[in-house]
């Protein structure tokens, strides 16, 4: 088992994984995310998380962030308190609240989620794993290792970042139809492509539980699936990769 912790702009997430089957091991519990969220108040929420579930001391914990990691330090940050610019969250979190953790974006949480436990499990080679949301998150996992901070939602389209022409959001403020948005996606999709060669292409994000409506009439150079976790992919890719970290040694 191992512990995952999803941290959001509106709440907190955590559950044990059973990493046998990629299954919460207990019912989920969200605290609302602290405002200001400050890092001192966002650990003192994971801290609430970590004591609800009375984890022993040697359960792999590992975090998702809204931002760009290096080396468990965070880049930049958008939907969180800018004191989070520059915090290193393992060091933060071992000092705040006494645990190792590891620190992970969330779209590559999500993304090695779908390699180890869903779309993507057993596929050799290169996946790409997309969200579609508010803008567009991805991960690259090529022969199930992760390649950190893709942010393939930033390549260039049209002068600005892709996600600008097609992300959901972008489907709903400019009242495109299925159809319309489909056009958008098979030029982000095919740019990526043909980048990149993947073997398998990935798209999770709340709109793929809707992925009738699009994801056929997309073609590319390889197969593109909807994900299987969704909702649940976050805390799971977050716990499996601090087993992989701690197994690691």
């Known amino acids: 088992m191992a512990f995952g912790i999803d941290i959001g702009g509106s709440g907190i997430k955590g559950a044990p994984v059973d990493l046998e089957t990629g299954e919460f091991a207990a019912e989920r519990l969200r605290i609302e995310t602290p405002q200001p969220s400050t890092p001192e108040a966002v650990c003192a929420t994971c801290a609430e998380l970590i004591n ?15 931002a760009p990691m290096k080396h468990n330090t965070i880049r930049f940050v958008a939907n969180l308190d800018q004191a989070w610019t520059g915090q290193n969250v ?9 645990r190792e953790v590891i620190a992970v974006n969330d ?17 050799p080679g290169l996946v790409i794993a997309t969200t579609l949301g508010t803008g567009i998150g991805s991960a690259l996992i090529y022969n199930g290792v992760l390649v950190e901070n893709s942010e393939l939602g930033h390549l260039k389209m049209y002068g600005d970042s892709a996600e600008k022409y097609a992300a959901a959001s972008i489907r709903k403020l400019e009242n495109l139809s299925w159809p319309e948005w489909t056009a958008r ?8 492509d043909m980048l990149f060669s993947p073997d398998l292409i990935v798209v999770g994000g709340g709109v793929s539980k809707k992925h009738e409506k699009f994801l056929p009439n997309i073609k590319l150079g390889c ?16 716990a499996a990769l601090a087993a992989q970290a701690k197994a690691e040694g």
């Not at 393992?90 to 006494?98: C, H, P, R, T, V």
């Not at 996606?185 to 990526?192: A, I, N, T």
């Open 223 to 238: 197969p593109i699936v909807p994900a299987h976790l969704r909702n649940t992919a976050g805390i799971v890719g977050a």
């Open 52 to 66: 609800h579930f009375d984890l022993d001391p040697e359960v792999p914990i590992g975090i998702t962030f809204p």
């Open 107 to 123: 779209a590559d949480a999500a993304g090695f989620a779908e390699t180890a436990f869903g779309a993507a499990k057993d596929v």
């Open 185 to 192: 996606l098979q030029e982000y999709f095919g740019y990526v």
């Open 90 to 98: 393992s060091a933060l979190m071992k000092e705040q609240i006494g």
